[in-house]
């Protein structure tokens, strides 16, 4: 018998009650903006603030509309400008590069390695080039922190960490997020927490946690901020800082505060089904798993493996009998962006040189979203579909057609 997976690679876990009940009180006394607050109350988005802040502890923490906005926001209070050559990630998702479109700079690519990570190597040849980089821990995937922290305070470069995929992770113990000056995270539905929509910085540096309050749309009040410096920081900032819209709302923060409560045990849930995958495909011929350093503290809320230098033509023939027996995997190595998944070369607002060391890991990606919806027994039953196809394939010889 063939076995088939039915499950949803999109669907995640229901709000938490707490969550439920927290938004049901928020929409009955309807301050929904974060500055409408009664007499005496401190509001959901400035106590998720509080409560972020102390749980990755940072000095200070910004609730925002979304993951993106946190990291133009970040960029632009870190001091880029328009026409600011910025380095980040040749492999992440498009909101990195578009951040720093969104401010008029100007992205430059580092390359990949097949560990997944930031290629160091490429990062120190090109670290003359900016001033900023925009780090991306892609599909939750840390490169050596101690060593880029070394790089980048070498060559004056201020780090900006995206950590979309990285909430709940660290590296040698240090949270992710808390090795350069900002970290940002998403709260967007398919992130390791849910609010729909929603992003979250912090940092330990108060003129960028203040430019960034100002930005996000805080008028004068911000001292209705809990995990904010003080008003003297204000006073250096306020005047050559905008207001560009982006405030988080109570509602999200309601739904959000919960779910952080619950991070570390969440986290366990997605290792677990990240092992079982892992073991399942240890071995198969022909493909890599990959195998993730001790010093790294992941979330394994997605899966990738290598299939490393197969023809394209086979490596579509793995994901349509995967699709075929309900796997959907998304390929890295398409020429044309489809879904969530594009490549540098996609993103021509940022024109780029070849890389060819790059082309090669992402022609052989393959990713997989882990929601917390299967079960260690669906990641199991997932495991030995691919295996097996990968098996059907690879027996028929990997040579170029
Ligand atoms: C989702 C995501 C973002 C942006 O987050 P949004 O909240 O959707 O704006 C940034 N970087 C990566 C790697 C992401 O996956």
Not at 123 to 141: C, D, W
Not at 251 to 276: G, H, S
Not at 386 to 397: P, S, T
Request: hydrophobic content about 45%; proline content about 5%.
């Amino acid at each position: 018998m063939t076995e088939i997976f039915t499950g949803s690679f999109t669907q995640q876990e229901p709000i938490p009650e707490a969550g439920i009940e927290a938004a049901l009180a928020v929409l009955r006394h309807g301050r929904l903006h974060r500055y409408n607050l009664a007499p005496g109350e401190l509001g959901e988005a400035a106590l998720l603030e509080q409560e972020f802040a102390a749980q990755v502890g940072a000095k200070y923490c910004l609730a925002v509309t979304s993951g993106g906005y946190a990291l133009s926001t970040a960029l632009r209070a870190a001091g880029v400008k328009p026409g600011d050559p910025v380095l980040s990630n040749a492999f992440t998702l498009a909101p990195v590069p578009g951040a720093i479109a969104s401010i008029g700079a100007r992205p430059v690519f580092v390359g990949v390695t097949e560990a997944l990570t930031l290629d160091l190597d490429d990062l120190a040849a090109k670290a003359g080039q900016a001033r900023v980089l925009l780090l991306s821990h892609m599909r939750g995937h840390i490169c050596d922190m101690d060593r880029l922290m070394q790089i980048c305070d070498a060559a004056g470069i201020t780090v900006i960490e995206d950590c979309a995929h990285t909430m709940g992770a660290a590296w040698n113990g240090v949270p992710s997020g808390r090795h350069g000056a900002v970290g940002c995270y998403s709260c967007q539905t398919y992130k390791h927490v849910n609010s729909g929509e929603g992003g979250l910085l912090v940092t330990d540096d108060e003129e960028i946690a203040a430019r960034a309050i100002i930005l996000s749309g805080s008028y004068m009040l911000y001292e209705r901020h809990l995990a904010a410096p003080g008003p003297e920081v204000f006073e250096r900032v306020k005047y050559d800082t905008p207001n560009i819209s982006g405030r988080m709302d109570n509602l999200r923060a309601a739904i959000l505060r919960p779910q952080l409560r619950d991070l570390d045990a969440q986290v366990r849930r997605w290792n677990d089904r990240y092992r079982v995958l892992e073991a399942g495909l240890r071995g198969t011929p022909g493909l890599t798993v990959i195998e993730r350093p001790e010093t790294e503290t992941y979330v394994g809320s997605s899966f990738q493996v290598l299939l490393l230098d197969w023809p394209e033509q086979k490596i579509e023939a793995v994901l349509q009998r995967c699709a075929a027996r309900g796997v959907e995997l998304k390929w890295f190595g398409a020429a044309e962006p489809q879904g969530f998944t594009s490549r540098y070369d996609s993103w021509r607002y940022a024109p780029c040189e070849p890389m060819p060391r790059t082309d090669r890991i992402l022609a052989a990606i393959l990713d997989m979203r882990v929601p917390l919806t299967f079960s260690p027994a669906d990641c199991a039953l997932i495991a030995r579909i691919l295996r097996a196809e990968v098996g059907v394939v690879f027996q028929d010889g990997i040579a170029a057609i």
